[in-house]
């Protein structure tokens, strides 16, 4: 069943609304599980192979790309001022701004306020320095973004369409997939802002199939989409996706054709997360990114292993899927038993969405008690929930290495602690 994975708070003048994602996945391969220590020391990356763009390549394996959310400013209070003062600036190599959205078959400004026009004091500014309010002068993330490029010249920020709750427009953006691609080269190539970005993530929840809304645009539109916006940004701006980790027989890795679209994009992000959580209110429990099937698990398949193998036998290459990772928790309440697999009475709260909470909260509210299928899980009181912990995440980066993925990519960055704890755990 689909939930929403990524939530905001908008300021005041603005209509609350839900931007999130799902990411359900299932699987081929049922029965026993396969046994990855969560402990293991990762492997050295995949050898390097040279990008087809002009832009500076990433070695194959060594990208790291993290989500910041313009909504996270409001309740938040995370800025990408904090980018920097965490010491994740130093480990990201590309930044997906989320997000724009997709209205009337184009790409549209998200949150004008928090994008290019919130005024940024001195000691707030990624570098000191005040926002003006001269004509002309960029403000608001955009420009936190120019000045935070300024101090690290290789990072690349890609700006992030759709998401769960504008991933509806798609289906219009799929009628004219040129006109489209333009509309979208137009808004991140605006001159005011055009040395901030680097290229374009498409994030449609989900193409020719059902996610907030139910699309039947076709299984080629996705593809016909990502070769109208690679023509359009040409071979030196980059071109990717967000894509469903629902690797079932007939799911919706089966109802696009992804294989096709992969020529046109530099790399897709599968969502390895939220395969189970508390929109299940009854349980059973179980953690939300297992990397690996388990004895027990409520659905055969729905692991990370699988979608990689899944995506793997459509023909996507290896070196163009980046592992995913959330930096948050999911979780229930009323539950009793310790292990994976308990009966629950609800969500269990969280402080800004029941059954959701950021990591750098669990960890210190409710501690890991164990670890299955190469993630954690917690239980304190009657809550049970399940996140990644620098020590899980390090298996999960033997195994991207050993599959010769591109690299790895997380929702999101305001999950992790102050001295970025997740983030370093990422090799």
């Known amino acids: 069943m689909l939930r929403p994975h990524r939530g905001r708070s908008r300021r005041a003048l603005a209509v609350t609304t839900t931007l999130c994602t799902v990411a359900l996945s299932g699987s081929l391969l049922a029965g026993q599980a396969l046994a990855v220590p969560s ?28 989500y910041f959310t313009n909504w996270g400013v ?40 928090a994008d290019y026009d919130k005024a940024y004091t001195a000691d707030q500014s990624v570098d000191g320095k005040a926002d003006t309010w001269d004509d002309g002068a960029l403000r608001g993330n955009f420009n936190q973004l120019r000045k935070l490029k300024k101090l690290h010249p290789d990072l690349k920020v890609v700006w992030s369409f759709g998401g769960w709750t504008w991933s509806g427009g798609f289906g219009e953006a799929a009628k004219n997939p040129a006109a489209f691609a333009k509309s979208c080269h137009d808004m991140v190539e605006d001159p005011r802002w055009a040395d901030v970005f680097d290229g374009i993530d498409i994030d449609w929840e989900y193409p020719n199939d059902c996610g907030l809304t139910c699309d039947t645009s076709g299984k080629d539109a996705f593809a016909n989409v990502m070769k109208a916006l690679r023509e359009e940004f040409g071979k030196d701006e980059l071109v990717t996706a967000a894509i469903s980790a629902d690797a079932s027989d007939g799911g919706k890795l089966d109802k696009t054709d992804y294989a096709a679209a992969a020529q046109y994009v530099d790399w897709y992000n599968p969502m390895t997360y939220d ?17 690996t099937a388990y004895d027990g698990i409520p659905k055969a398949g729905f692991n990370t292993t699988d979608t990689t193998a899944k995506l793997k036998k459509l023909g996507v290459p290896a070196d163009k899927l980046l592992l995913g990772i959330g930096f948050y928790g999911r979780g229930w309440q009323g539950v009793t038993d310790d292990k994976p697999g308990g009966t629950a009475t609800g969500a269990a709260p969280g402080k800004y969405e029941a059954g959701i909470d950021d990591y750098k909260v669990l960890k210190e509210r409710c501690p890991a008690t164990g670890k299955v299928a190469g993630t954690a899980y917690a239980k304190c009181g009657d809550q049970w929930w399940s996140y990644d912990t620098p020590e899980t995440i390090a298996g999960k980066m033997a195994f991207k290495n050993e599959q010769g993925m591109g690299g790895t990519f997380f929702w999101e960055l305001s999950g992790d602690t102050p001295d970025g704890e997740l983030i370093k755990a990422i090799e």
């Open 39 to 66: 402990g293991a020391p990762a492997a050295h990356p995949a050898a390097a192979t040279a990008k087809a763009a002009a832009k500076p390549a990433t070695a194959a394996g060594d990208k790291v790309v993290g």
């Open 74 to 113: 409001y309740d938040r209070n995370y800025h990408v001022k904090n980018i920097e003062a965490s010491g994740s600036a130093d480990k990201l190599t590309h930044i997906n701004y989320a997000f724009g959205n997709v209205t009337g078959g184009k790409c549209a400004i998200g949150d004008s306020y």
């Open 275 to 291: 395969y189970f959580g508390a929109w299940d209110d009854k349980g059973p429990t179980a953690p939300h990114s297992p990397l």
